[in-house]
Structures are given as C-alpha cells and as structure tokens.
C-alpha cells in the first residue's frame, strides 16, 4: 500500500520500505540476567518481530556478543523463523556499532528506519541507537523484545532513549504500524502473529469463528426430531 495516503494518514509512522529490524544479543546466557520482563514473554515477542518482517519482506540483520562464551548463543527461533536474516559476527565489541562489518551491513540495507530489540536494552541496543542517531537514521526501541537485569535500569534506559531522540515503542505496536490494514494479501499471516505476542487475541479469533458459525447455524432450518416409538 502507499506508505502516505490523501487523508495524510501514515506520515508519522515508519515505513516497511524503509525499515530494518535489527536483533542484537538475544542469547541464551544474557536471557538468564534479565529480570524486567519474563524471559518467555522476551522470546515470544522476539519471534513475533521476526515473523512479521519475514513477512513484509523487511531486512533483518542479527548479531551476538561473544556467543562461545558465557553469553552464549543466539536464540534458535531467529534462524528457525528467518532463515534470510544476515548475521554479523563481532570482535568483542560490546557496542554492534563499533564493528564496521554491523554498520556495512546495516547501510548496504539502504533502510533509514531501523527498528531495535536485544538483551541488556541499557547496553546492546542503546549504544548503537545513540550512534545510528548520531548517523542520521530514524531508530525505534521495541522495550518489550528486550530486557535488562532490573526495572530500574530499563527505567532509567528508556528515559535516556526519550531524551535522545530514539523512539520506544512495544511489539504490538510494530506490529501493527507495518501492518497498516486488513485489506493486505497476508492478513490471515498476521492476525496469527498478533497471537504470539498477544496471546489473549487468540481467544478473540476464535470466539470471532465461532459466533460466525453459530449465526450461520441460526440461518438453517430447525431439525425435526422424529417421535419415538
């Protein structure tokens, strides 16, 4: 669909053309740290990002900070989820932007929309929002796809990210800016998404079937039963 429409709609929303969606550190040794969302809730959230820009054909770029040591690796679902996604090893740098190999893959994308989500939020997705900022890319912060070791420290990061200029947002809200509409191909797709971050929205489906069933049930005549003898 066109990204700005006559009413002006869309013009304050990031574009999927223009997005990537970057997942930095989401190892399985770091998820033992975090303590500000549950990690089954972290996981499910990531995936759901995943699956949508698999869907919409938004680039994804992974990369992991020392994944043979004790943050170990990434999250299986990624590579399960997005096979196309290029990863980018790293040197040790805490910051991804301070490898030049993440910041070529980042810009060959040629998206200015980049949407980031890792583990810890303070650390591995803040240094490189600050610097992508810095860079001149639009940078939103998916706080419910991230995690770090304590609310207070999420609290101070996203105060830090507001004051930069970095846009925090929630999965579902991606969601649904890439989303834009019901009247897209894929939109079977992505009310099955929905149900992995939002879980609960299963039951509204479901409950949507059934009413649909039962009203068509009520358009049928009623059965006779035959008397008994």
Known sequence: MTHILPS??????????????????HQTGLFQT???ITVAELRANVMALTQIATLLNV????TASVPDGPNGPLM???AKLAPQAIYVPRQGEVNAWDNDLFVKAVRQTGKKTLIMAGVWTS???MFPALDAKAAGFNVYAVMDASGDPTV?????TLARFVQSGIVPTSTNAVICELHRTWRRPEATEIADIYTVATPNYRAVMESYDRAKSV??????????LEPQL
């Open 8 to 25: 002006g709609g869309g013009k304050a929303l990031m574009n999927v053309d223009d997005t990537a969606l970057l997942l930095l550190d």
């Open 34 to 36: 975090v303590k500000d």
């Open 59 to 62: 680039p994804i770029i992974t």
């Open 76 to 78: 299986p679902e990624i």
């Open 123 to 125: 650390v591995c997705v």
């Open 152 to 156: 207070m420290t999420s609290q101070t």
């Open 215 to 224: 009203g068509a049930g009520q358009n049928e005549p009623a059965k006779q």
